[in-house]
């Protein structure tokens, strides 16, 4: 990880560069010509391959007719060789050059005043006419904890004697997730059933969850991995970072407080995840790094978690938000209310010290592993990344604009996750929806 | 799970059938005709795609050659399509009817007297001239924890006020492993470094694990997954069972008591898992099912986890057993000696349990997605997995019958898994061999 490539701002993040792309550019777009992410489009209701797309105002370039145009040529056309078969992984294989070279082509073909224009046009799709899947085929997901006030508080609740352990500040806790049940933002949740036991039950049962959550999460992808048995040293750890996305790890927090201990959670999480399906690159994020540090009292990171330029610039400074709406609400016409905000910067540990310490013992990352964040809750209460933290374990609900109150989600609720980072003298970038409605449960016996 | 599939014992079990292929019928063979179990291999030191085989005596049928041979046609050749591309994943999506097929085909074909032999004979390769990599693509790993034996013994090693949980005999507990770095027998084992603190230091350090350990487990793989959000009810779950393997599950204990609270092992885990190259299939083990009961006083499965074909018949008498080699006995020409023998009827549950309670929230199982039955410890304190068992948590060195002591394993040991059923009335088929061997902690800073 050298500090250049981190803060190599050039004239693709250029605040005065403008696209001649219609709604590139209106005030609340997510995705300006300074962003450019990543996702698989295909057209709505149509069961074609995924096709690799960057999006732009409220539009998708289809990549691959952008090189059958002529368009994306040479080293841009190159990193997209694979992807024909519906999936980033070839080009997260390439690591950053292939991103970077993609970029820089893009960048300049979308300009006001580039010949492209013309050419590139008739690869322009409306977002709101594609469907979007899931970015890259996920090998392994690895689920961290790295948000400090979120550890805190549920430790309070799950062991209120002893809420954050001795190793907390020394080892990037984590634990392998589920990465099958993964989905796209849009993907609907059937309320899971598990084995549910209350303080006053003498024996479980089996049934829906009556404590259905979400996570306010930020999913790291791995492009290129390592050999199995060979660690990546921190000055490396981000050649291998490939893009964010925003993640809601929804949880049953009746079958979790039954079933975690002693090897953690396991059914109460492995039923659904939902990303957002746009991968935003570490060159859209380059003006949004953020120093790392320890609060003073705690204790530094042991060397091989420490480097110069993760003490510089490791964080990203990464606004993040839940937002709710009810069944109600969809059918009075109310849009998503905010429940909370929070930042990527309130993590413990850094997207480089999540991937040095995870091959730390040489086990293999691979093109496409995913690793949360864990719940990033800010340090107010009104902070909490789940309602978990939001309704102080149910105890205390929470009152909506209309009236209605929350503890835990109710069937037909939508539970919305934005992320966008902003700073002045640089453009706004947006991470686009992550959205999840809940269905009901099934019937079973 | 009918009763009738389980018990369908046909002509291929038949003890008298006979294989025209010489080396099937030695008396310590694995691979009878009654075995014929599948794998993936190539021509030793080569590069070459993995190709679908199935072993018998020590030789390997290379299939697709039986195809193009015209001994394999219909159902048994169409079994194998997709298989070329170096996976038994696609064999694995056509659940139990493809693998069936080619038993029944294979059963023919390979018994004395088949007029297939002249044409199937060019098919075999000598399985000490094959290279055996993984059957097929994991996408997922699940390992779970039903050895009632090594949880107690574990379980009063980390927390002697609170051996065995309250959810233990309600819950079949389990958690997510690492998939990335599950390897074929033969692959050597690079000593991890980890976090580690002892108790009486102040501060973790980043070292080689000095308490590497062994775990002896049988491990399940799925062929036809479900959808997500579809449980698979305990009367369907065996339909999703495609065969068994052993599995080394290597652990780092002086990282896994460092790291695991609260979300369980990770790092202590994730840098190798080893397992057996050949599945051994349903039909295989036909012969071998048992009865499955609790002991008297403890709570019966909760319904959704209990059928009457699982009490029937929902274990399998498959006795396990661990053999160490030492560099030392290596160099004295001294062959493994055995520590231990357990039996997968030591676990507590199931392993149609243990593929239903895994898909009871929804959460999708796919092709060649692995379940570790977690260490499989017999009643006797003798009987311990792992050397943590053995050897008391360090504190009671093993003396092996060259007096060489171990408590844990030392760098040069050979760890090797074994398995076989055997029963009056039916021919000893066994797994070969899960092997692997710890080479040193590669330097670091």
Not at 14 to 25: I, N, Q, Y
Request: net charge negative.
């Amino acid at each position: 990880m050298s500090p250049a490539s981190l803060f190599m701002i050039d004239a693709s993040h250029d605040p005065a560069l403008r696209s001649w792309v219609a709604g590139a550019h209106t005030p609340d777009t997510d995705f300006p010509i300074q962003n450019l992410p990543l996702g698989m489009f295909r057209p709505a209701g149509s069961s074609a391959l995924l096709r690799p797309g960057v999006a732009i105002g409220d539009r998708v370039i289809d990549l691959l007719a952008a090189v059958q145009a002529g368009v994306l040529t040479g080293a841009a056309a190159d990193a997209l060789q694979g992807t024909e078969a519906g999936t980033l992984n070839p080009l997260m294989d390439r690591g950053a050059a292939g991103r970077r070279a993609l970029r820089t082509a893009l960048s300049a073909a979308l300009a006001e005043g580039s010949a492209a224009q013309a050419a590139l046009q008739p690869c322009l799709h409306a977002l709101d006419a594609v469907e979007l899947g899931l970015p890259c085929r996920i090998g392994d997901y690895t689920d961290f904890y790295t948000g400090i006030h979120h550890a805190t508080t549920v430790g309070q609740l799950f062991r209120p004697d002893n809420p954050l352990l001795p190793n907390y500040k020394w080892v990037p806790i984590g634990y392998h997730g589920r990465a099958s049940s993964i989905r796209a933002s849009g993907h609907a949740v059937v309320r899971p059933h598990g084995q549910i036991k209350g303080p006053n039950d003498e024996v479980p049962v089996y049934a829906p969850t009556r404590r259905l959550d979400h996570e306010l999460e930020v999913g790291v992808l791995i492009g290129g991995g390592n050999a199995l048995g060979e660690p990546i040293a921190i000055e490396q750890a981000e050649d291998h970072f490939f893009g964010l996305v925003l993640l809601n790890d929804w949880s049953a927090r009746d079958v979790q407080a039954w079933e975690y201990q002693p090897l953690g959670p396991f059914l109460s999480k492995s039923f659904a995840s939902t990303i957002s399906p746009w991968i935003v690159t570490p060159e859209a994020l380059a003006p949004f790094r953020a120093p790392f540090g320890r609060p003073a009292g705690d204790p530094q990171p042991l060397p091989y978690l420490d480097s110069a330029a993760n003490r510089a610039a490791g964080h990203i400074d990464l606004t993040l938000e839940v937002w709710l709406q009810t069944a109600q609400m969809r059918a009075d016409g109310l849009p998503h209310e905010r429940l909370m905000a929070s930042n990527f910067t309130d993590a413990y540990w850094t997207l480089a010290q999540l991937i040095t310490h995870h091959t730390s013992n040489g086990c293999d990352l691979g093109s496409g592993d995913l690793l949360g964040s864990g719940t990033l809750s800010g340090p107010d209460p009104k902070q909490g990344g789940s309602l978990l933290e939001l309704s102080l374990g149910g105890k205390q609900p929470l009152t909506l604009a209309n009236g209605e109150q929350r503890t835990f989600l109710q069937d037909g609720d939508s539970v919305l996750l934005r992320g966008h980072c902003a700073r002045p003298g640089a453009v706004r970038i947006g991470f686009g929806a992550c959205e999840g409605r809940v269905l009901p449960a099934h019937q079973r016996g």
